[in-house]
């Protein structure tokens, strides 16, 4: 239905939005997101995101926050991406979605679908979460999935999910390792409507906690591709 192959000189602009702020964005984040092609640009046929120490707006590091908002959303589907993660404590990257009606009802009444998160201190772990009324924030249902040796940073995985009217399933590499259905979460199933799909690295913030003397900056989240495929 669509997708980011990220082969031209410069990211499209038809398909991705570059968000910014230093807002901490709900989470206690560190970062400030630009839209510097210093912290989001197309490099050798990927989508570079590359988190950095140094001062920017109000905050101490940059990095950057892509969104399809307005552009492009989807009911429905396989939703999925080619991503080599960052590395170190305080590293915080995402490939998740947020439902188009958060304008008009807010978050977390939109819904978040968390497609691959991770957090420096767990480099071997990867988490699939669905965010929405009465389970939101730490509350959220959600699922881990553990390489059995080395770092997701190590190399690029296939990051995604299955998305139909009664569940959603994630995928790492094509092995499945969560199921959500309605069933299983303690309040109303926000999923059946568009949503839109976003792409970012923040620093710090409450669940990663904040880089340390081991942290090496920059760090970088490769992108292969982007693709979502109707069933």
């Known amino acids: 239905m669509w997708h980011?192959?990220?082969d031209g000189a410069a990211l499209d602009t038809t398909k991705w939005v570059?968000?910014?702020?230093?807002?901490?964005?709900?989470?206690?984040?560190?970062?400030?997101?630009?839209?510097?092609?210093?912290?989001?640009?197309?490099?050798?046929?990927?989508l570079v995101v590359?988190?950095?120490?140094?001062?920017?707006?109000?905050?101490?590091?940059?990095?950057?926050?892509?969104k399809t908002q307005g552009l492009g959303a989807w009911r429905y589907g396989r939703v999925e991406a080619r991503i080599e993660i960052p590395r170190g404590q305080g590293l915080w990257p995402a490939f998740w979605m947020l439902g188009d009606d958060i304008p008009q009802v807010g978050w977390p009444g939109c819904g978040e679908i968390d497609i691959m998160e991770n957090i420096g201190?767990?480099?071997?772990r990867v988490h699939g979460t669905v965010h929405g009324?009465?389970?939101?924030?730490?509350?959220?249902?959600?699922?881990?999935?553990?390489?059995?040796?080395?770092?997701?940073?190590?190399?690029?995985?296939v990051f995604a999910i299955e998305w139909q009217p009664d569940s959603i399933r994630w995928f790492?590499?094509?092995?499945?390792?969560?199921?959500?259905?309605?069933?299983?979460?303690p309040g109303r199933w926000?999923?059946?409507?568009?949503?839109?799909?976003?792409?970012?690295?923040a620093v710090g913030g409450y669940w990663p906690g904040n880089p340390d003397t081991t942290t090496v900056f920059p760090q970088t989240m490769r992108v292969d591709y982007v693709r979502v495929y109707q069933r």
């Open 18 to 46: 570059r968000e910014t702020g230093g807002n901490g964005w709900g989470n206690g984040e560190l970062e400030f997101y630009t839209n510097r092609v210093e912290n989001a640009r197309l490099e050798n046929g990927y």
């Open 4 to 6: 980011d192959e990220f």
């Open 172 to 185: 790492v590499d094509s092995t499945p390792y969560k199921t959500v259905t309605p069933r299983d979460v």
């Open 133 to 157: 009324p009465n389970y939101s924030g730490a509350n959220g249902i959600s699922s881990a999935y553990d390489l059995s040796t080395g770092a997701f940073a190590d190399t690029f995985h």
């Open 121 to 124: 201190k767990e480099p071997g």
């Open 190 to 201: 926000v999923y059946d409507h568009p949503f839109f799909i976003l792409l970012n690295v």
């Open 50 to 66: 590359e988190a950095r120490r140094e001062p920017f707006g109000n905050q101490a590091y940059t990095s950057a926050r892509l």
